[in-house]
């Protein structure tokens, strides 16, 4: 049975989603402190984390970076009010694994609940599925490091993520609204450059020549 920390400081909509989970076989237990929040986040005693940011005693998006800086892998999906695209790329670039806003169905949820305990189940097991390698780069996406010429470098989150995405379509012209979608879950906004930021800084790590710009179209893996 997986335990759901739910950290919500709405008793209406932390009853709701309670009794939702207990129905469909979770364990579940709510705090309403962030700072609550975030030591039972970091006890190991949960499958996954589900984080309103407007919390009491520690802002939700403080108990995540603190989380990620301790390289807690927990996954954490973000449940809250706050809607606007500022807020929503800052939340996934600080290491929330998914960002649903309020008001939402149970229905949805749950169904982002079981995805992600399923994506993190795949990537803690010993195979090596979770070793990609094309040429001489090999990713360990359980270890979130990359292998490049003999030395291994450590790679955030989101920058995995990415590799991940382009190593998986090699030679493919994968575009920014594609890799907006699949690596970050989000729809296309023309004003956010997080695609090129994240691509420069994966290509300081890995070599500018591994990642090539396909002018009008995109970006593909060598």
């Not at 920058?159 to 493919?172: I, K, N």
Request: charged letters at 30%.
């Amino acid at each position: 049975m997986s335990k759901i920390l739910l950290a919500e400081d709405d008793a209406g909509i932390a009853d709701f989603i309670v009794r939702g989970l207990i129905r469909e076989g979770f364990d579940c237990e709510v705090t309403e402190s962030g700072a609550e929040a975030f030591a039972r986040a970091h006890s190991g005693d949960f499958d996954l984390m589900v984080l309103d940011l407007g919390l009491p005693h520690m802002d939700g998006t403080d108990v995540l970076e603190q989380l990620r800086n301790l390289q807690v892998t927990l996954p954490i999906i973000v449940l809250t009010a706050r809607t606007n695209i500022e807020d929503r790329l800052r939340t996934l670039e600080g290491g929330a694994d998914d960002y649903m806003p309020k008001p939402f169905q149970f229905a949805e949820l749950l169904a982002r609940i079981k995805l992600r305990l399923a994506k993190h189940t795949a990537q803690e097991s010993p195979t090596d599925a979770r070793v990609l390698r094309n040429g001489d780069v090999e990713l360990d996406l359980r270890t979130q490091r990359v292998l490049i010429d003999g030395s291994w470098h450590d790679l955030s989150r989101r920058e995995v993520d990415l590799l991940e995405t382009l190593m998986r379509h090699p030679g493919q012209i994968l575009s920014r609204a594609q890799l907006l979608r699949l690596v970050w879950d989000m729809d296309w906004d023309p004003g956010s450059n997080v695609v090129d930021v994240y691509v420069r800084a994966l290509r300081k790590k890995i070599g500018a020549h591994r990642i090539e710009t396909v002018r009008g179209s995109g970006y593909r893996l060598r």
